[in-house]
Every structure is written in structure tokens, then in C-alpha cells.
Nanobody, 118 residues
Framework: QVQLVESGGGLVQPGGSLRLSCTTSENMFSFGTMGWYRQAPGKQRELVAEARRYGSRVYADSVRGRFTLSRDNPKNTMFLQMIRLKPEDTGVYYC????????????WGQGTQVTVSS
């Protein structure tokens, strides 16, 4: 059974930084796409960033230039480096994976809470 485990969330002040990690139980090259979504209270889950198997990245407009998705393939770990955090970045961040380049996400982690507040 595929498992995705997130870590690294927490409470940070506006303007601060956090780095989220997602470790998979499978070789990451078995997934066509991996990515990060977030869900704020009372809102739908939204895409933050995704990465295709061989490199291309997509970022939400709201985070482009502040968030960076990277992968450590030998460690089967994906990261989301977040800088200049804003209160509107608050939410539960989920790691996801799918076998294809597009379409339904097949696997999800349990989520990690990020709270940006003074």
C-alpha cells in the first residue's frame, strides 16, 4: 500500500519560512506527478504546486516566487520550501501523487497544519 507522510508544518509569523517534507513508501519515479495541495477552513482544497516525473513544475499564482518544490529522489522525499509566508497561506497542506501526468490524484498524505499568524 502506497503511503505518503508529510511533516514540517507549524506556527510561523507573517514573513517567516517553513519547509514541508513528503516521504513516500514507493520510488518517486513510479508516480507521473507529485504535488502539494492545501485546504483552508471553509474552503476547497487547492493546488499549491506540482512536479512531473522528469522535472516540469507548476505553481499556483498565489505562491509563485515564494514557494519552491524540490525532490530528493534517492530519499523518495519531496519538499515545499515556503518563504515570505502570509496569513492567507494558512491551511492543512497535503502531499499527493498520481500515476499519470494529469487526472485524478491516486494517493494522499494525512496532511500537516501550517498556521501563519502574529
Amino acid at each position: 500500500q502506497v503511503q505518503l507522510v508529510e511533516s514540517g508544518g507549524g506556527l510561523v509569523q507573517p514573513g517567516g519560512s517553513l519547509r514541508l517534507s513528503c516521504t513516500t513508501s514507493e520510488n518517486m519515479f513510479s508516480f507521473g506527478t507529485m504535488g502539494w495541495y492545501r485546504q483552508a477552513p471553509g474552503k476547497q482544497r487547492e493546488l499549491v504546486a506540482e512536479a512531473r516525473r522528469y522535472g516540469s513544475r507548476v505553481y499556483a499564482d498565489s505562491v509563485r516566487g515564494r514557494f519552491t518544490l524540490s525532490r530528493d529522489n534517492p530519499k523518495n522525499t519531496m519538499f515545499l520550501q515556503m518563504i515570505r509566508l502570509k496569513p492567507e497561506d494558512t491551511g492543512v497542506y497535503y502531499c499527493g501523487a498520481r500515476t499519470g501526468d494529469t487526472g485524478t490524484w491516486d494517493y494522499w498524505g494525512q496532511g500537516t497544519q501550517v498556521t501563519v499568524s502574529s
